[in-house]
């Protein structure tokens, strides 16, 4: 199961959020006391795990302006906290069938609710025909059998039918036990489902780990369960750290020679330096080391006695060694995070990661290494939510994926009045304090990568570029109008990137105009863009615009027979595997997008014959020009085509 949206209302400062998707890794991004962590928490208290509990408590949670009018406010039903809905995987469908029957679920989505004082409820669209013959099939009730059924048509119904039958047949007795053992079908459901839904583990703070433990007294700590203790938390995550490595204390001290037991440390250093080294970046002449040592009488107890396990950081450039506890505060919580969820990937089931301001001692690049263990290590496993107001922990090549978290205040006339917190997954944000994590995340990537000018036509990717330039190029050869040399191409790497790129720098004196490809799902993206503010009216457009198509690419302001020409020019096709137009249509005649029509086509292209790549024909066009200097009917209704797009942007100017 994977979550999906979520909707928190009557929580904290958190009135009506409004709904919200998430993805399998999601940012959550505000300013302190927006209401980040009061997002985190309520999401942890609908099926929180045994390690961070949560529950909803009217007093303390419901917002306290509100709290002397919660019976007026929700009559004679408690509050409700939270509403999210989640995707069942195929396997989650296969254990539903074989429980409750092939098409009794109607979708593959569930709505999962929880209120005040209440157990989580589960909504689901139900196909109760199906539910029934699943039943009567099962328990092999013949047709006489069934007729005595006949009036009920949902388990409910069935279950007060089967209480009635005064003459019951066998099969009826067997029907009737299950369903008093299961309940109705929804309530199965509702079960089955709250038995595969993932916890949510919530942090807020963070173990650090121990430089140092006393190996005996730490072996009867695990033995006695008092390792769970929040006094022992450093001990116990020292000796998941060594587990991490893959030799457990146990391991250590059962070894009976000293050979064995120095490869066994070697061991457990060389592989913990490689696993951290893997995500710490900011020092690769770092080793860490594991020593296992008898304890000396002047160190502090319980260091004094028995036998101590030290870790300690070997610095191969200065040739020094220091204790663990005396790294940096990063290097320390970023070793210590990643013992941590190690172990949460081990976990039978999946859980969803709710974690509150990771990363905040580590520097710029350091956050950006645990946003790659973020990605590569836990999110194959588990959903992760996080929030940050640090621009380094804003992902800049994902910002589709962060919410912006706003404490929303209505003005009227001097009264400011509070509309609570608000989690919006668009970022066309007017408070310049909440932007300006996304404004240091693009900038610091913009800076890296791309080149912006006065006047800057965003497009979605660097063959647009080449595509513009080269059209643009051949209409002026022809003595007419190209795009003017004004616009700065600027390519943005897709429209959910076009988006906040315009939210966060078109108040800063740039004028900028959009071309984007549109495809199917894009639609309400380009609406929502087109309705906003932050760009002047009229300087967004899609291809899907000007050739007045559901949906279009840049490719598509080719000719299709001139698109094939690129094509084979590009990838050297010989006589046997020479596209067409109609061969492109051929391959793909579900769509007039050439572009999936290339893929389609080059999909059954012999292993010979690379990959189709986007950016391959345009850059090959760049190289030929003279392909547009044909006198064909293709290349002059190319060239048309794009002159009236170019004559709409040199408008805006």
Not at 85 to 103: N, P, R, V, Y
Not at 537 to 558: C, K, N, S, V, Y
Request: proline share 5%.
């Amino acid at each position: 199961m994977q979550i999906k949206t979520v909707h928190v209302t009557n929580f904290r400062s958190v009135d009506d959020s409004e709904l919200f998707e998430v993805d399998p890794v999601t940012c959550l991004v505000g300013k302190n006391e927006a209401g980040k962590s009061a997002i985190l928490l309520a999401l942890a208290a609908l099926n929180p795990h045994d390690v961070t509990p949560a529950v909803f408590d009217k007093e303390r949670d419901y917002p306290r302006r509100h709290l002397t009018q919660y019976e007026e406010r929700h009559g004679d039903e408690e509050a409700l906290a939270i509403s999210t809905t989640w995707e069942l995987s195929a396997d989650d469908m296969e254990h539903m069938s074989e429980q409750i029957g092939k098409g009794v679920l109607a979708k593959n989505e569930v709505t999962i609710t929880r209120r005040y004082g209440e157990k989580p409820h589960v909504t689901v669209g139900l196909n109760f025909p199906a539910a029934l013959e699943f039943l009567y099939t099962k328990f092999e009730l013949d047709s006489s059998e069934r007729s005595v059924l006949a009036s009920a048509t949902t388990t409910s119904e069935l279950i007060d039918v089967l209480s009635k039958i005064t003459s019951p047949t066998e099969n009826h007795k067997k029907l009737k036990a299950y369903l008093d053992k299961n309940g109705a079908v929804t309530t199965h459901v509702g079960r089955l489902i709250m038995s595969i839904l993932p916890k949510f583990m919530y942090f807020s703070s963070y173990d650090r780990m121990e430089g140092a433990i006393q190996l005996e007294q730490t072996r009867q700590y695990i033995a006695d369960g008092q390792i769970k203790n929040d006094a022992h938390r450093g001990a116990r995550l020292f000796a998941e750290f060594l587990d991490y490595a893959g030799v457990s204390i146990d391991k250590i001290t059962q070894v009976t020679t000293y050979e064995t037991f120095n490869a066994r440390l070697q061991a457990a250093s060389n592989n913990i330096t490689d696993q951290v080294l893997e995500y710490w970046t900011q020092n690769p002449d770092l080793n860490v080391v594991v020593r296992i040592e008898q304890a000396r009488s002047g160190d502090p107890s319980p260091l004094n006695t028995g036998t101590i396990a030290w870790a300690r950081i070997q610095n191969n450039l200065h040739r020094v060694d220091t204790p663990f506890s005396e790294r940096s505060a990063g290097f320390v919580w970023f070793f210590s995070f990643l013992v941590k969820f190690a172990q949460v990937q081990k976990e039978e089931t999946p859980v969803v990661l709710l974690l509150d301001e990771p990363g905040l001692t580590l520097h710029g690049k350091a956050q950006a290494d645990l946003l790659r263990f973020f990605k590569e290590k836990l999110a194959p496993h588990h959903q992760i939510i996080y929030s940050t107001h640090s621009p380094f922990m804003v992902p800049a090549e994902e910002l589709a994926s962060v919410r912006i978290v706003e404490d929303q205040v209505e003005m009227k006339g001097p009264r400011r009045i509070p509309q609570g917190t608000k989690v919006r997954s668009d970022v066309l944000t007017r408070d310049p304090d909440t932007l300006f994590p996304l404004q240091g995340a693009l900038g610091y990537e913009i800076t890296q990568s791309l080149f912006v000018g006065k006047h800057t036509l965003l497009v979605e990717g660097p063959g647009d570029i080449l595509y513009v330039q080269a059209i643009s190029d051949a209409l002026k050869r022809r003595g007419r109008e190209g795009l003017d040399s004004r616009w700065t191409i600027c390519p943005a790497g897709g429209i959910d990137k076009i988006r906040p790129f315009v939210a966060m720098f078109s108040s800063n004196a740039l004028h900028t105009a959009v071309l984007s490809d549109q495809a199917q799902g894009d639609k309400r993206k380009v609406e929502d863009l087109k309705k906003s503010e932050v760009l002047q009216a009229g300087h967004f457009f899609t291809m899907a615009d000007f050739l007045q198509r559901p949906e279009a690419d840049i490719e598509d302001m080719f000719e299709p027979e001139l698109f094939a020409s690129m094509l084979n020019g590009t990838y050297e096709l010989d006589d046997q595997h020479k596209l067409t137009a109609a061969k492109l249509i051929e391959a793909k005649n579900d769509t007039q997008r050439l572009v999936k029509q290339a893929e389609a086509a080059f999909a059954i292209m012999p292993s010979s014959v690379p990959e189709f790549d986007h950016f391959r024909p345009a850059s090959w066009l760049i190289r030929n020009p003279k392909l547009l200097d044909g006198k064909g009917a293709s290349v002059n209704t190319t060239l048309d085509r794009a002159q009236t797009i170019f004559d709409a942007y040199n408008k805006l100017l």
